[in-house]
């Protein structure tokens, strides 16, 4: 089973310039999870998807930070313009549904430096 | 409002030795608890939950967890740790009925030979 994919893998950037992330879920997954991880922090979420609608963007920074979620398969998370501070890895991540039992799994992540 | 901690940045254990990985939660609600591991430059993978039943669940690797309600913990443990166990290990927790997971700050686990 091919595991979640992201791309790129690493990506750097100068401040107030624009970036974006793809991701693409193991298939069949319904619910699709954006992170923003910190160093030397747990993993915080951004916006959670099931299918293509939202479930969940309250952490999300929405003057800048954007996603999508096309035909409920893959997505992608844009940042526009980028600040310092939104250096991070950025994690995507992927479950069978909504429940809150199911346990979640992760993409190797997008390691974003803004310089 | 949920939260999860992990009071320890790192722990060190020596090989073969048993290893244990804090961490207690709060949450309204039935709570539902996951570890996952994290090594350098890979995402996270998944270790272990528990839903109900069993106080004490296994996983993946050797690893096992024990739920106390009354403590509200779910620590990690391991038997005999390996030098291959060294990562960063997250605690996170969701409650029935809610959508959002909350993860810990992490505990870097270090398994000396």
């Known amino acids: 089973e091919a595991g979640v994919a992201q791309s790129p893998r690493y990506k750097i950037i100068e401040k107030r310039q624009s970036v974006a992330f793809w991701c693409n879920p193991i298939?069949?997954?319904?619910?699709l999870y954006w992170y923003q991880q910190i160093l030397g922090q747990g993993p915080k979420l951004l916006i959670q998807?099931?299918?293509?609608?939202?479930?969940?963007d309250s952490q999300l920074p929405k003057d800048r930070f954007s996603a999508e979620r096309l035909k409920g398969v893959d997505s992608t998370l844009k940042i526009q313009p980028a600040k310092l501070e939104d250096s991070a890895v950025y994690l995507c991540?992927?479950?069978?549904?909504?429940?809150?039992?199911?346990?979640?799994?992760f993409g190797p992540g997008t390691r974003l430096t803004v310089l | 409002a949920q939260s999860v901690a992990q009071p320890e940045d790192q722990v060190n254990v020596a090989e073969g030795n048993p290893l244990t990985v804090k961490c207690t939660y709060s949450?309204?609600?039935?709570?539902?608890l996951f570890w996952y591991v994290q090594y350098p430059n890979r995402g996270l993978q998944f270790l272990l939950k528990?839903?109900?039943?069993?106080?004490l669940v296994k996983g993946s690797y050797g690893f096992e967890a024990e739920f106390n309600k009354s403590q509200t913990s779910f620590h990690l443990k391991k038997p005999s740790a390996l030098v291959s166990d060294s990562a960063l290990y997250f605690c996170?927790?969701?409650?029935?009925?809610?959508?959002?997971?909350?993860f810990g700050t992490g505990t870097r686990l270090k398994v000396l030979a």
């Open positions: 996170a927790v969701r409650s029935s009925g809610t959508y959002k997971y909350i």
């Open positions: 528990y839903i109900t039943g069993d106080n």
């Open positions: 998807f099931q299918n293509n609608g939202v479930v969940d």
């Open positions: 949450v309204s609600g039935n709570p539902y």
């Open positions: 991540a992927s479950s069978l549904g909504d429940y809150s039992y199911n346990e979640q799994f």
């Open positions: 298939s069949g997954h319904a619910t």
